[in-house]
């Protein structure tokens, strides 16, 4: 067993502990934030702030593979079949693959009406968020010092309008850097799809396209994480700039991003079980998880 695998199980092991020293305000704070980010998610549906995709019956949709311009009467036609067409309005672009096998067509659709939402919706679920999850996460790392504050200091961040408006940046450049990276990563499995509907020659390569996918989607998050510790350190110190937290936070890690990346990682096994069981873990995983970022970023000094 090398000496990174034994320092981050003694850095999990730490917040462990911590976790179950402290279980009520952890608990509490993790609870009011997950309450939270699920009325928002909610709100974010119902409102259409959200993109989607869909499998339609190619007789439903009769289009090849490929991007689409859509006028306001198609796109309105293609969301009508999923109860969203007041979006369509006016007009927007279909991106769909085309499978030939089964008769069925993967339709992404961008309604320029829809889009226009979303930036609205999600800023406004961030701007309702992002102070709540900074105050928990100075929570966390003030039960890592062994000093718990007092459930009204989860709220700080929105009486300041100072704070609100960091923690929203904050969120904001990590939030589009997600998409990006994300985007960016599933480029090789996407474009393997789209060849294998194309080309008939292709078609062997669609085998390829779920395994692509996945690693893309992991790659992504790779790639997510690099910036991640800028939450963290304006979390623990909230005077911070918003530039430097990026810098501080990309500071932290140098020489050691692997190291990192490798930290949270090894937590995809309880996220997992999470998703399995309608997220009730979450009450554990979430303090757990960042409380092992901040002792690894910058470690709290021991209490007894």
Known sequence: MTEETLQRRAMKLRAKQTFFRYPRPCLLCTFLLIVLSLLAQFFSMSSGGTFFY?????????LETGIWRADPTA???VLALLGLGELGDLGGLLFTIRYEQTGQ???FPLAWRQAAMVVVIQGLVLLVTA?????????????LEGRPLPVRALFRWYADLRLTLKALAVQVVLAVW???STLLCLLPGVL????GTLFPQAAPFMLLCLPLVLLGTLGGYCLYLLLLPARYVLARSPETSVRGAFTQGWA???GRRWAYVKLDLSFL?????SRLLYGVPDLFVIPYMAMSNFLFLDPAPETI
């Open 269 to 273: 096994p309880w996220t997992l079980a």
């Open 178 to 180: 997600r998409l990006l």
């Open 75 to 77: 796109m309105t036609n």
């Open 131 to 143: 102070p709540l999850t900074y105050g928990v996460l100075n929570q966390y790392r003030s039960i």
């Open 54 to 62: 869909t499998v339609l019956d190619a007789q439903q949709l009769p």
């Open 192 to 195: 393997c799809a789209v060849g």
């Open 252 to 254: 932290l890690l140098r």
């Open 105 to 107: 067509v993967l339709v």
